[in-house]
């Protein structure tokens, strides 16, 4: 949804001219991030995250997602080319000693957890190879993400034992997820630019067919209520536009447009507390290395 709701693209020149990336890093990590938790956890779960687990975690983000693990016990290794702001914000969370720098761009203090900001490939274990991939930006959306994800996956599996998991996650069905109908605002103010960016509903075969490009076995698959609750509208509006759905939106239109029409669409789902509360269904996919 990024990603991360998720996955950051390059935007046109226009938005980067309008969008405060470190104010949007703080906004998905402190507010939108969170709601991907129940995601996180369905995954460890069924998957017995623990000591023995060698992670990689693409498009890490804000390293929530490598906390959860790291805090079961798991090694963690995370790469985040796309959004130097949120990397640093992970480099917090998980590495709160003063770093080392290599000249690379790996950064550690621990052997348990490594954060890259380079491409997978430069993620190469240093013992045994990985045994557990991850992928929790949701495929499918921004419009063209299955594409770069594509790229991404075909680097990064050649890092992993034969026969490990390699996860994937993507939005349910539009009509299980209430976040579907603000998200549609994007799309809709983002016409002139539609193709670099902006929100498109999942499809069926989203996952599998981005598990079948990058040459990998589908092996399962599960569904997660990952509700998304907000503070207030402005919190909420702030979150929704921290996962870079809207930058073509920002830059079809203008800042101030992008927040007054979000902040329209989710009226319907404010309560009267002055909370908004939406309802989605995550989908997760299990894949297997050949």
């Known amino acids: 949804m990024t990603p991360t709701l998720v996955r950051q693209h390059r935007p046109p020149a226009e938005t980067v001219l309008r969008v405060d990336r470190g104010a949007r890093a703080r906004d998905w990590s402190e507010i939108q991030e969170r709601m991907l938790v129940p995601l996180y956890e369905a995954v460890?779960?069924?998957l017995e995250?623990?000591?023995?687990?060698r992670l990689l975690g693409l498009g890490c983000g804000s390293g929530l997602a490598l906390l959860m693990a790291a805090s079961r016990g798991a090694a963690v290794t995370g790469v985040e080319?796309?959004?130097?702001?949120?990397?640093?914000?992970?480099?917090?969370?998980?590495?709160?000693?003063?770093?080392?720098?290599?000249?690379d761009g790996d950064t550690r203090t621990r052997a348990d957890a490594r954060l890259l900001d380079a491409r997978p490939r430069a993620a190469a274990p240093e013992d045994p190879a990985y045994t557990?991939?991850?992928?929790?930006?949701?495929?499918?959306?921004?419009?063209?993400?299955?594409?770069?994800?594509?790229?991404t996956l075909a680097a990064a599996v050649p890092l992993a034992r034969r026969g490990s998991p390699v996860v994937l996650a993507g939005w349910g069905p539009p009509e299980r997820c209430a976040t579907s109908s603000v998200l549609r605002v994007a799309t809709r103010l983002a016409d002139p630019l539609r193709g670099t960016g902006s929100w498109r509903p999942a499809r069926r075969d989203d996952l599998e067919e981005a598990a079948r490009r990058a040459g990998l076995r589908p092996d399962g698959s599960g569904r997660v209520a990952c509700p998304f609750g907000y503070a207030d509208t402005g919190s909420a509006v702030r979150?929704?536009?921290?996962?870079?759905?809207?930058d073509?939106?920002?830059?079809?239109?203008d800042r101030a447009q992008?927040?007054?029409?979000v902040a329209?669409?989710?009226?319907p789902h404010q309560r009267r507390d002055g909370t908004v509360w939406m309802p989605n269904v995550f989908r997760y996919l299990i894949a297997r290395v050949p």
Do not use: I
């Not at 959004?83 to 000249?103: F, M, N, V, W």
């Not at 992008?258 to 029409?261: I, L, P, Q, T």
């Not at 329209?264 to 009226?267: G, K």
């Open 258 to 261: 992008v927040d007054k029409e």
């Open 248 to 253: 073509a939106a920002v830059a079809a239109t």
């Open 49 to 53: 995250v623990g000591p023995g687990t």
């Open 239 to 246: 979150g929704l536009l921290s996962t870079g759905l809207f």
């Open 132 to 151: 557990l991939v991850t992928s929790f930006e949701p495929v499918g959306c921004p419009a063209d993400g299955s594409e770069e994800l594509g790229g």
């Open 44 to 46: 460890y779960e069924r």
């Open 264 to 267: 329209e669409a989710l009226h």
């Open 81 to 103: 080319s796309s959004s130097p702001e949120r990397l640093a914000l992970a480099r917090r969370r998980l590495l709160p000693e003063e770093p080392g720098r290599t000249r």
